[in-house]
């Protein structure tokens, strides 16, 4: 007996298709199954996925600052309406936009707290990458985030200036006191 292998048929002369109507020799072995042609193939159970899949865990996206203006110039204002919202309060922080610093909605992002309640400090600044920031009655933001300020003074917190002013509503009919804070609100808008 030969054992020698001369030819690649030679080594798999066992593997060839026999068709019923035809035989097969070892000259003229049946071609494969076309790759194209998915009758010739069995369907496997599972493509393309692991046999030990992990429960999968949803991914909760992290809520979007909600604001009004288009934030050109990165200067955001965030006022605490959950406590006292008036038309007044909004006609005020609308005249030291338009009319205070002439600027206009265009510039700056005005946050309202009651519309971004589940919100902390980091996550306006990673979102609105302000210059700029004024906070109105909005203290406990800074005092979440452990950093130091004083009422009408301004401050950096990760290069950003911050102003912070009292509830709106306490400059209406206080003349002296709204005097102190636009007189900060001019030297922080020119840093």
């Known amino acids: 007996m030969n054992h020698e292998i001369i030819t690649l048929t030679d080594l798999f002369d066992e593997f060839y298709l026999i068709n019923d109507t035809e035989t097969t020799s070892l000259n003229s072995p049946k071609p494969l199954p076309s790759l194209n042609n998915t009758n010739d193939f069995l369907e496997p159970k599972i493509a393309n996925e692991p046999q030990n899949k992990f429960p999968e865990i949803p991914v909760t996206p992290k809520p979007q600052v909600i604001y009004k203006g288009a934030n050109k110039k990165h200067i955001t204002i965030i006022y605490n309406d959950k406590f006292y919202d008036s038309p007044e309060n909004v006609l005020l922080i609308t005249n030291l936009i338009t009319k205070g610093l002439n600027i206009s909605f265009e510039d700056v992002a005005i946050c309202r707290v009651k519309q971004n309640d589940n919100l902390n400090l980091i996550d306006y600044f990673e ?59 001019k030297e922080w808008y020119n840093l």
Do not use: R
């Not at 004083?150 to 290069?159: Q, Y």
């Open 127 to 185: 979102q609105l990458t302000p210059k700029k920031v004024l906070f109105w009655g909005c203290s406990d933001l800074l005092t979440d985030a452990e950093v130091a300020y004083k009422m009408h003074e301004i401050g950096i917190f990760n290069g950003i200036h911050f102003l912070v002013a009292d509830q709106v509503q306490m400059y209406h009919d206080n003349t002296t006191y709204k005097t102190q804070l636009w007189t900060k609100i």
